[in-house]
């Protein structure tokens, strides 16, 4: 991008729909329509892949595959793949009618669909080969050992011996070719809304996290890249020290990368999980970029991420190789949180935009980096992400110093929130600026999105379209040429 413009943040789980979460049917396109009605040029998601049980999309089951609970059965009707469906409340219950009526729609694609798109599965399964192979044979092997972690399946399933897994693929093909068709149908889905964007000026920005969850078939496919004993088991883990968010810091348990292997691989196995980012986004975000300098080290046996200590990571040499791999790189960083030289040396060197947030900005000094007349052109600016409380309660919890700092810096004493910090936003130097959803619909911390450091509860925000006054549009859009983002 290279004009100054803005964006709204929304994960597609929290547009409105007749189904527990959002997903990418008419709504998605409705929501298109209306970002573009408001003039953003971006619509920015968190991770679209297949989340555990807690629904974070920052533990998936896969780096590559989508989330099949994105598919819309509606669509799948429209396209004849499927006859009906059934609508339930509660998202176990949800979760388990879904993914019976993908396996359904199988039956009936199998049966009825065209030739043509019979062709274009076969060369899905064959583009995606180098991922899609392993993941659909993990989710089936995960299947037959009732959700267990793939440590704990038989010895032979869990070091992927060359028997073992050539029976499983024999005994399971059709579990096997299940999957595969739920991920031709995600992909279908979600380009054909990335396409809808783009012909209408919106580019898609993704969320690409730096680690990966250790159920997963990323970790059980390439063991070699991580971390672990004999057993499969981590020996140290992910996290970050005491922060902004925890007195205790956070210990995210995810493997970490052996670093070493990576580098005399090539880093191969990054090449390939970019290559589908690529494909899924415009835009992406790298999640928690100063892990690519050095990252928190956690002893696998604490209980918190107190015990840690920071070990250097070959970040350098890792962008150098993908800088060389791809001739159009569109990377922008999370820059959050213990921030050292050497972290902002890395990012400037390959020019990547980091991250301003308004609700890190007051109740401090005028060196604060936060603070609009620090921020740099390179940068991106949010009213806060979806680990922060929405805006609005973030303003309400906040002391007395921090909201007559917010006034006396902003001198907008006339303007209530959000729309004061939104305002902000749009006005800063940076050449991007993002608001959350629930920030242009003026909404309170009972709406927010993500607690860090909490299991339950989160992800499951949804807005409606009844809450979207029909004078919003023009409000923003006035903003946005105001503030030269047109």
Same mark, same amino acid.
């Given at each position: 991008?290279?004009?100054?413009?803005?964006?709204?943040?929304?994960?597609?789980?929290?547009?409105?729909?007749?189904?527990?979460?959002?997903? /990418?049917?008419?709504?998605?396109?409705?929501?298109?329509?209306?970002?573009?009605?408001?003039?953003?040029?971006?619509?920015?998601?968190?991770?679209?892949?297949? @989340?555990? =049980? !807690?629904?974070?999309?920052?533990?998936?089951?896969? %780096?590559?595959?989508?989330?099949?609970?994105?598919?819309?059965?509606?669509?799948?009707?429209?396209?004849?793949?499927?006859?009906?469906?059934?609508?339930?409340?509660?998202?176990?219950?949800?979760?388990? #009618?879904?993914?019976?009526?993908?396996?359904?729609?199988?039956?009936?694609?199998?049966?009825?669909?065209?030739?043509?798109?019979?062709? *274009?599965?076969?060369?899905?399964?064959?583009?995606?080969?180098?991922?899609?192979?392993?993941?659909?044979?993990?989710?089936?092997?995960?299947?037959?050992?009732?959700?267990?972690?793939?440590?704990?399946?038989?010895? *032979?399933?869990?070091?992927?011996?060359?028997?073992?897994?050539? &029976?499983?693929? =024999?005994?399971?093909?059709? #579990?096997?070719?299940?999957?595969?068709? &739920?991920?031709?149908?995600?992909?279908?889905?979600?380009?054909?809304?990335? &396409?809808?964007?783009?012909?209408?000026?919106?580019?898609?920005?993704?969320?690409?996290?730096?680690?990966?969850?250790?159920?997963?078939?990323?970790?059980? =496919?390439?063991?070699?890249?991580?971390? /672990?004993?004999?057993? $499969?088991?981590?020996?140290?883990?992910?996290?970050?020290?005491?922060?902004?968010? #925890? *007195?205790?810091?956070?210990?995210?348990?995810?493997?970490?990368?052996?670093?070493?292997?990576?580098?005399?691989? $090539?880093?191969?196995?990054?090449?390939?999980?970019?290559?589908?980012?690529?494909?899924?986004?415009? /835009?992406?975000?790298?999640?928690?970029?100063?892990?690519?300098?050095?990252?928190?080290?956690?002893? @696998?046996?604490?209980?918190?991420?107190?015990?840690?200590?920071? %070990?250097?990571?070959?970040?350098?040499?890792?962008?150098?190789?993908?800088?060389?791999?791809?001739?159009?790189?569109?990377?922008?960083?999370?820059?959050?949180?213990?921030?050292?030289?050497?972290?902002?040396?890395?990012?400037?060197? +390959?020019?990547?935009?980091?991250?301003?947030?308004?609700? +890190?900005?007051?109740?401090?000094? @005028?060196?604060?980096?936060?603070?609009?007349?620090?921020?740099?052109?390179?940068?991106?600016?949010?009213?806060?992400?979806?680990?922060? !409380?929405?805006?609005?309660?973030?303003? &309400? #919890?906040?002391?007395?110093?921090?909201?007559?700092?917010?006034?006396?810096?902003?001198?907008?004493?006339?303007?209530?929130?959000?729309?004061?910090?939104?305002?902000?936003?749009?006005?800063?130097?940076?050449?991007?600026?993002?608001?959350?959803?629930?920030?242009?619909?003026?909404?309170? =911390?009972?709406?927010?999105?993500?607690?860090?450091?909490?299991?339950?509860?989160?992800?499951?925000?949804?807005?409606?379209?009844?809450?979207?006054?029909?004078?919003?549009?023009?409000?923003?859009?006035?903003?946005?040429?105001?503030?030269?983002?047109?």
């Amino acid at each position: 991008m290279k004009n100054r413009a803005a964006g709204i943040l929304l994960h597609p789980t929290s547009l409105p729909s007749s189904s527990v979460i959002g997903n /990418l049917g008419t709504d998605a396109f409705h929501f298109i329509d209306f970002i573009a009605d408001c003039g953003f040029k971006v619509w920015q998601v968190l991770p679209v892949n297949p @989340a555990h =049980s !807690d629904n974070s999309p920052y533990q998936a089951l896969s %780096v590559h595959a989508g989330n099949p609970f994105l598919i819309s059965l509606d669509l799948l009707i429209k396209w004849g793949w499927l006859e009906s469906y059934e609508l339930h409340e509660e998202l176990d219950v949800f979760k388990t #009618s879904h993914i019976k009526a993908l396996k359904q729609s199988f039956e009936i694609f199998n049966k009825e669909a065209e030739e043509q798109h019979k062709a *274009e599965f076969e060369e899905f399964k064959t583009q995606h080969s180098s991922w899609l192979d392993g993941y659909a044979l993990y989710i089936a092997l995960k299947d037959e050992n009732n959700g267990m972690a793939w440590w704990d399946w038989p010895v *032979e399933e869990r070091d992927c011996l060359e028997d073992a897994i050539r &029976q499983a693929k =024999s005994r399971l093909q059709q #579990s096997i070719e299940e999957t595969q068709y &739920q991920q031709f149908i995600f992909f279908k889905q979600w380009l054909a809304v990335k &396409q809808y964007a783009n012909d209408h000026d919106v580019e898609i920005f993704g969320d690409m996290p730096i680690f990966v969850a250790h159920d997963s078939a990323d970790v059980w =496919s390439f063991r070699e890249c991580f971390r /672990l004993n004999e057993d $499969g088991h981590t020996t140290v883990v992910a996290g970050v020290p005491p922060d902004y968010f #925890s *007195e205790t810091g956070q210990r995210w348990g995810n493997p970490l990368y052996d670093w070493e292997y990576m580098k005399k691989d $090539g880093f191969h196995w990054w090449i390939d999980r970019m290559k589908t980012q690529l494909i899924l986004y415009d /835009l992406i975000r790298i999640d928690h970029f100063r892990g690519f300098e050095a990252f928190w080290e956690i002893p @696998a046996e604490s209980e918190t991420a107190i015990d840690g200590q920071w %070990v250097k990571a070959p970040g350098d040499g890792f962008f150098t190789t993908l800088k060389g791999v791809f001739e159009d790189l569109p990377l922008l960083v999370e820059d959050l949180g213990v921030i050292t030289q050497e972290v902002i040396d890395l990012r400037d060197k +390959f020019n990547f935009p980091g991250m301003k947030i308004l609700q +890190f900005a007051f109740g401090g000094e @005028a060196d604060n980096p936060y603070l609009p007349h620090n921020h740099e052109k390179n940068s991106v600016v949010y009213t806060g992400t979806h680990d922060n !409380d929405t805006t609005l309660g973030w303003y &309400q #919890s906040s002391s007395e110093e921090v909201k007559k700092h917010v006034y006396d810096y902003l001198v907008c004493e006339t303007e209530k929130m959000p729309w004061v910090l939104i305002k902000a936003a749009m006005a800063s130097p940076a050449f991007l600026s993002i608001i959350p959803m629930q920030d242009i619909l003026d909404l309170g =911390s009972e709406h927010r999105m993500n607690i860090p450091g909490t299991t339950e509860n989160n992800w499951c925000w949804k807005f409606n379209w009844d809450q979207v006054s029909v004078v919003l549009p023009k409000k923003i859009k006035r903003l946005i040429e105001l503030y030269g983002r047109a």
